[in-house]
């Protein structure tokens, strides 16, 4: 779904010795991946699973360098009303904001996760303005914190979310800061990983 390039900076941080001994080399990892410092699972409820995604670094409709920085979430002929979304790990509500892009209409949303000495940050454009979050509030891992927004260009059967994950930067973590977008794969719990790993390879879209 995404991809990350890794090995270039990984050998960057190479030294080497010339000693009697053999050679030795020391790499630093691009980026942390360890999953006990950081675990995810998907968005929504289990029992009510998307059809389809947008996936991270799409480029046909986002021309930044970076192309889409979040997943977006599709819910087709979703006759029983908005999806429910959860918090895709435990945090504590750092803003709740109405969203410009739906003409201030629905709700965007940014949980910062505090794993040791790193603050990572999950956050959700397209919730329903009814949305219970508050900033400063805590959320724990699988609790739901609103429902999708009814997009009136798509009608009342289709539901969309968009998602992102990574690094607050040191400066702090809002919606106008650099935020360091991470690749998801490698942090989602493996039922979740699987699911999301099913549906791209049924999905038929464009991207």
């Known amino acids: 779904l995404c991809i990350v390039q890794e090995i270039l900076a990984a050998y960057a941080g190479i030294t080497t010795t010339s000693t009697i001994d053999p050679p030795t080399t020391t790499a630093k990892p691009a980026q942390d991946n360890t999953h006990s410092t950081m675990s995810l699972v998907v968005p929504y409820l289990p029992s009510d699973p998307i059809n389809d995604l947008v996936p991270m670094g799409e480029k046909i409709h986002h021309n930044n360098p970076d192309g889409h920085v979040g997943s977006d979430f599709q819910w087709w002929d979703h006759s029983g009303g908005p999806p429910k979304i959860l918090a895709s790990a435990t945090g504590t509500v750092l803003s709740v904001e109405l969203d410009p892009y739906s003409a201030n209409t629905s709700l965007i949303a940014i949980v910062v996760h505090q794993v040791r000495d790193k603050r990572y940050y999950t956050l959700y454009e397209g919730l329903r303005t009814d949305s219970p979050l508050q900033a400063g509030g805590l959320v724990k891992q699988g ?56 549906v791209w390879s049924r999905s038929t879209n464009q991207y």
């Open 143 to 198: 609790e739901t914190i609103g429902e999708v927004w009814d997009n009136p260009v798509t009608g009342d059967d289709v539901y969309m979310i968009h998602w992102e994950f990574g690094l607050c930067p040191s400066s702090g973590c809002g919606p106008s800061a650099p935020l360091e977008r991470l690749c998801p794969m490698s942090y989602f719990e493996e039922e979740s990983r699987l699911v999301l790993e099913d």
